[in-house]
């Protein structure tokens, strides 16, 4: 098999993955300094960068693949499962070095994701995962963005190992329940899953405070979910979200909508989960963490998103008696909280409020749609209606119309 | 008043224009007086021949501006808008009078301002994610050169990220305004390039185009969401663009494939791995077999959000037990007891009672972590009497596996657990409780009481008795 018939498998088998973040790791590059020659190939900047964007939307910017899509592993909502009749492949550890370098070289992307289906033992699988990404850094001095997927019982010598070569490391909890991975996936154990995340926080806390320790994912730890695949409600999912954010310090956690996979089990729905219900928990994961809402209030009106309305508007809907608030007095926090105003122009809205009484055409420059916080923000020239505030009207007003929704999911 | 007039060295050249603002503004030039061109092809009344344009002048003085203008021009003064360099010296003359201009963001000038800046960070950015190089082979060895469209001036702003990324390749990026050279040690910028001066292909776009195929996930059709952030002005630089309209057009019929087929007869599982049950790393004695069962332990709900069970830590035939309340962030992260600040706190004072820690056994009256989530931290919740009593009885079998000869209860939980019923530690503490039938009990302060008062005196204070209280304990060790 040449190395595009192999990398068409892997590469299918590997973008049910939603990560694609290549930020946030330390700062390196191969320039020559003092006029040596340069070092190695690569370089990270803070911010990652988005070399592509495929039709669905999603970024590419690593290299994201399996080292091989065979697995002992039988869970049903994977298309690699080893029950499935998909084509499998294996590359060897020098074909993805090479093909990473070769991707990199000419600009297509800022580093490599790796994982693996789990053959012969977690440790196996791990030790060859680990030493593609040895040989980018060692061989050819690689500065570029490494992503290792981990395998929960891989030995704590190979994931030092992992930590010392990637950026960011990352193990899947895959379900929000104990029971629904039991159903859904047999072979995998939340325990030693939550386990080996506790493990990859304590040695990224350790690298950090402790100036001798060996490096370990500057860029932390992530991990996915995915939605609609069994009974979990939106609430069910974002309480675990919160509990993973609290306990692992991770740095995102994945919502993936269970899409329909070539060669699926009968044991899952036929139907795709809403793409807008991905959207929506993302919205909520965000509003928890940069906006101060609890899981409480976010679904305070029941365990399933809204569909048809973002949960920042769901939530003043609900909560009409918080407004309207005064735009020239209202605190941080209670700006944050209004529909349609977002970090930056509140920032800008406190910057500006200490010059001049902020006005309809100052929000519009400052680029609010004035449509969206009218009914709930009092302006030097504009009065909010109470009635408007307390009608049904102000649904209609505010949530786009169903035609166009359908056209979203 | 003459229109006093600059004449820049090119459409990018911000240091001509910093140093001509310095001099204009040291002659207090108001900004509707200046005539700024560019020299460059998009300055359509630059006249050459024109006697009054800007003659070199000595360097003027230097006037102190916010960081954030320097940022704000450095990035805006390369738009292509013929009006930038008007703009920002207008900016600059006000920023220069009350540095607290910049403060609001309503401001129709500033707000121009950031328009450009962010435009030309945006094609800044674009730049660095979209060009794609070609590999030429010549007799030096490979070069690699790309062919790229900015919107702005860009290419000398943007061509130190391609040397600290690409310095070990010897590279050209070719843009219709300037092209930049990359050598392997120096970075050299010439005159703008036409699209047929770069190579038109390379073997390797192919297999790039197969993972861009292959990545896409037709069940999830996105086509705005890449539009806005891939417009179509790039599409005809990228190789794998050609793919896009094909993969849209067949994404439909894929997903009605994959969801209309009939789930196939499972293929015969293969034995990829054989899953050995866990060698034990520890003899099966009766408090290890309890250690394990602990893990599995659903009594009560607080096992769902924990991470693991943290059983009991020590000497399997110690003579002293001490419980605490639960495990907290640190004891569930590592899955051993006392290892947090309490127990580090405890490990203090009972040095200072005479106590040699490691005959002591350690455990808590509730072995999962209870705790709230709140942003990044977890913040520690009281058990309830529910769940006290629902884990009561895994301490009775270690009590019953130890047998020791006295139970030190720290804190109202431990207290609860070990003896039974609610007890108030201000009237229990520091005696010994003896027992007939079961081992003697001491009642003291949990240490993350100590930690959490506020008053210094009063912490040394309650130190102290805590301490005196330990020292009840040491007796009870010696006597092994």
Redesign the interface.
Known sequence: MDIAAKLAILADAAKYDASCASSGTSKRHSAPVRGGPARGLGSTEGAGICHSYAPDGRCISLLKVLLTNACAFDCLYCVNRASSNVPRARFSVQEVVDLTLDFYRRNYIEGLFLSSGVIRSPDYTMEHVVRVAKSLRLDHGFKGYIHLKTIPDASPELISEAGLYADRLSINVELPDEASLRRLAPEKDGRSVRRAMAGLRGRIEEAKVERRAPRFAPAGQSTQMIVGADAADDRAILKTSSTLYAGYQLRRVYYSAFSPIPDSSAALPLKPAPLMREHRLYQADWLMRFYGFSVDEITEGGGMLDLAMDPKLAWALRNRHFFPLDVQRASREELMRVPGLGRTTVDRILSSRRFRAVRSADLARIRVSLGKVAPFLRLADHRPSIALLESERLVERLVPRPRQLALAL | MTPRRVVLAGPADVAGWRAAARRLLADGVPAEAVVWSSGGAEDLFCDAADGDAEAPSPPAPSFSVPRAFVELADAGLLHSDPGRFDLFYRLLVRVVADR?AL??????DL?RARALAKAVRRDK?KM????????VGTEAGPR?V?WFEPDHHIVEATAP?F???????RWSILTPGRSAHWD??DLLFADGARRADAPDG?A?E???R?????????????????RA??PKKYWRN?P?APL?SP??AG?ARR?AD??A?E??A??????????PKPERLIDETAIDALRDEV?GCRNCPLW??A??AVFGEGPGDAEVVVVGEQPG?KE????RPFVGPAGALFDRAAGEAGLDRSRVYVTNAVKHFK?E??????LHKTPAPSEIAACRPWLERELAVIRPKLVVAMGATAARAVVGKPVKIGDTRGRILESAEGPDVLVTVHPSFLLRLPDEARRREEFERFVGDLRLVAPFVKAA
Do not use: C
């Open positions: 607290s403060g609001d963001a309503a401001d129709p707000v950015h660095t994610a979209f060009v794609r190089f070609r590999e690699f790309a990220f040397v600290r990324r690409f310095a070990a390749m392997g040690q390379d390797l192919a297999v790039w197969t993972y861009y195929a292959s990545i896409f996930n037709p069940a999830r059709l996105k086509v705005s969401a890449m952030e891939m990228l794998e896009i993969l849209i994404a997903t994959m969801v087929a789930p196939p499972p293929k015969k599982g293969q034995r990829l791995m054989s899953k893990d769902a959000d991470t693991q962030d569930d992260i590592a899955g705790f989530p709140r942003g990044k931290f977890r």
